[in-house]
T-cell receptor, first 113, second 110 residues
Framework: DAGVTQSPTHLIKTRGQQVTLRCSPI?????VSWYQQVLGQGPQFIFQYYEKEERGRGNFPDRFSARQFPNYSSELNVNALLLGDSALYLC????????????FGPGTRLTVL | DAKTTQPNSMESNEEEPVHLPCNHS???????IHWYRQLPSQGPEYVIHGLTSNVNNRMASLAIAEDRKSSTLILHRATLRDAAVYYC???????????FGSGTKLNVKP
């Protein structure tokens, strides 16, 4: 079975631009979470979606938004990019809730110049 | 926000047991304790999780203190492939948060 897939693999943007990152969960998984991992630090929780509804939100500005589609795939949008948004963006899927194992994708490396 | 505290790094010899500690003194009654590890250039990988009782699986064991303010991940026989950053995480039952700490970088010597 395919694991969690993310696209694109790498992305280069300039300050002020907008970016959309995509995630496809493991088949049968209804929950998707997004994380930001800055070099040398642990992943920081951004959002969790379950059945197309936002269930959790980390401490990120409103420039960050996400949505989940009927097929349970998800997009993460970041507006007005800042240099500090440069990071690895990880997507994780799970069957449902917090007690379920999360399966992480390989991530999208975003560089903001 | 419930937070965890882990040593920055630890070192172990191959084939020996490793005990990775984690302090989580602000844990709430419904927070689960999760452990994930991250190998270089990969996304985190699930290791084990528990609520109150000690847990065992094929990868590791999780020992949870009686007051739940600390836990220990036990790798019974470390291999070179176990070299990674290990994260101790508290996950809220209603999944409104899932916070990684800075993790422990485990180095395994041959």
């Amino acid at each position: 079975d395919a694991g969690v897939t993310q696209s694109p693999t790498h992305l280069i943007k300039t300050r002020g631009q907008q970016v959309t990152l995509r995630c496809s969960p493991i088949s049968g998984h209804k929950s998707v979470s997004w994380y930001q991992q800055v070099l040398g630090q642990g992943p920081q929780f951004i959002f969790q979606y379950y059945e197309k509804e936002e269930r959790g939100r980390g401490n990120f500005p409103d420039r960050f938004s996400a949505r989940q589609f009927p097929n349970y795939s998800s997009e993460l949008n970041v507006n007005a990019l800042l240099l500090g948004d440069s990071a690895l963006y990880l997507c994780a899927s799970s069957l449902a809730g917090s007690t379920d194992t999360q399966y992480f994708g390989p991530g999208t490396r975003l560089t903001v110049l | 926000d419930a937070k965890t505290t882990q040593p920055n790094s630890m070192e172990s010899n191959e084939e020996e047991p490793v005990h990775l500690p984690c302090n989580h003194s602000t844990i709430s009654g419904t927070d689960y304790i999760h452990w994930y590890r991250q190998l270089p250039s990969q996304g985190p990988e699930y290791v084990i999780h528990g609520l109150t009782s000690n847990v065992n699986n094929r990868m590791a064991s999780l020992a949870i203190a009686e007051d739940r303010k600390s836990s220990t991940l036990i790798l019974h026989r470390a291999t070179l492939r176990d070299a990674a950053v290990y994260y101790c995480i508290l996950g809220a039952y209603n999944f409104n948060k899932f916070y990684f700490g800075s993790g422990t970088k485990l180095n395994v010597k041959p």
